[in-house]
């Protein structure tokens, strides 16, 4: 499966963006998606999830009650709604897949197989 993300830009705290996922070559309904993010200078992070063929979703507790991920299975693209942005949201975000995730792993960005190239976020104060 190919990802291609897009949506990313400046925006001022406490704004909003929206994040898209666009994928081909497979149906993405049957993959765990995730999002994941890397601000400059620091490591890889988890930021949302959604379980394949479920609407089940996770989220990191930094993120929590301001970001939302969703699956829209006719256009096979996942998105990720970012609201009340901080500055500390700056990162360059990225959507990946995995076919077999397990619960207990979604969390962790070795677990996924398939990358989009990424999109910057820059959340200015």
């Known amino acids: 499966v190919q990802l291609v993300e897009s949506g990313g830009g400046l925006v001022q705290a406490g704004g909003s963006v929206s994040l898209h996922c666009a994928a081909s070559?497979?149906?993405?309904?049957?993959?765990?998606v995730g999002w994941f993010r890397q601000a400059p200078g620091k490591e890889r992070e988890f930021v949302a999830a959604?379980?394949?063929?479920?609407?089940?979703?996770y989220y990191a507790d930094s993120v929590k009650g301001r970001f939302t991920i969703t699956r829209d299975n006719a256009k096979n693209t996942v998105y990720l709604q970012m609201n009340s942005l901080k500055p500390e949201d700056t990162a360059v975000y990225s959507c990946?897949?995995?076919?077999?995730?397990?619960?207990?792993?979604?969390?962790?960005?070795?677990?996924?197989?398939?990358w989009g190239q990424g999109t910057l976020v820059t959340v200015s104060s």
């Open positions: 990946a897949a995995c076919r077999d995730c397990i619960l207990s792993s979604l969390r962790d960005f070795q677990q996924y197989s398939y």
């Open positions: 070559g497979r149906t993405l309904s049957g993959y765990t």
């Open positions: 959604m379980r394949r063929n479920t609407d089940n979703r």
